[in-house]
């Protein structure tokens, strides 16, 4: 079993930033991709980015790519999503997700574990 926690989620204005925190226990995350989605009011829940199990790849989701960054740190058993540029359309609450499958997916089934979601607002 893993459990995540995110952090880091708050209000902020268009143009701004915040840096997006899920931390994991139970597990070595070194073992699992890592991925962030997110969830609207009113929409399905989205891809946002991920990267795969065992080397750097990292895959983005087109409305967030050369604004949004994913990193992992093992030592620290965490992951994060730093978003820069924001826009209010990122308004949403944002799920950090994990697999042992392997390889970095957009589709919400692939991945077994979740943590309980972190509220991002964006004001124009």
């Known amino acids: 079993q893993v459990q995540l926690v995110e952090s880091g989620g708050g209000l902020v204005q268009a143009g701004g930033s915040l840096r997006l925190t899920c931390a994991a226990s139970g597990r070595s995350l070194g073992n699992y991709v890592v991925a962030w989605f997110r969830q609207a009011p009113g929409k399905e829940r989205e891809f946002v980015a991920a990267?795969?199990?065992?080397?750097?790849?990292?895959l983005y989701a087109d409305s967030v790519k050369g604004r949004f960054t994913i990193s992992r740190d093992n030592a620290k058993n965490t992951f994060s999503l730093q978003m820069n540029g924001l826009k209010p359309e990122d308004t949403a609450v944002y799920y950090c997700a994990v697999d042992r499958s392997g390889e970095a997916t957009m589709i919400p089934r692939d991945y077994t574990y979740w943590g309980q979601g972190t509220q991002a607002t964006v004001s124009s």
């Open positions: 990267i795969a199990r065992y080397s750097s790849t990292t």
